[in-house]
């Protein structure tokens, strides 16, 4: 099992920066995909970025692409979001999810574990 935290949330003006973190708990934290997805108040939940167990590849949602970047150290057993040239369409609240599966997949279905979530905000 594997227990998820986030934290780097806030509030921050357009065009701003923010870095997220994600600490998992566990041994086997470099055996799952790992993902973050977003949910704004009256909006499903969105799909962001994942990123491969141990290798460097990743996957990023069409709407951040360019500004967010998805990175995982496994020896500290954390995953990181660094988000640049925020837009007030990036608020919402940001959790990160942990996949068994090898595939970065960007359906939430596919993600067994989660963290609690962390508020961002972009707003002038």
């Known amino acids: 099992q594997v227990q998820l935290v986030e934290s780097g949330g806030g509030t921050v003006q357009p065009g701003g920066s923010l870095r997220l973190s994600c600490a998992a708990s566990g041994r086997t934290f470099s055996f799952y995909t790992m993902g973050w997805f977003r949910q704004a108040p009256g909006k499903e939940r969105e799909f962001v970025a994942a990123i491969g167990q141990s290798d460097p590849y990743t996957d990023v949602a069409y709407s951040v692409r360019g500004r967010f970047t998805i990175s995982r150290d496994n020896d500290k057993n954390m995953m990181y979001l660094q988000m640049n040239r925020l837009k007030p369409d990036d608020t919402a609240v940001y959790s990160c999810?942990?996949?068994?599966?090898?595939?970065?997949?960007?359906?939430?279905?596919?993600?067994?574990?989660w963290g609690q979530g962390t508020q961002v905000t972009v707003s002038s």
């Open positions: 999810a942990a996949s068994r599966s090898t595939v970065r997949s960007s359906r939430p279905s596919d993600y067994v574990y």
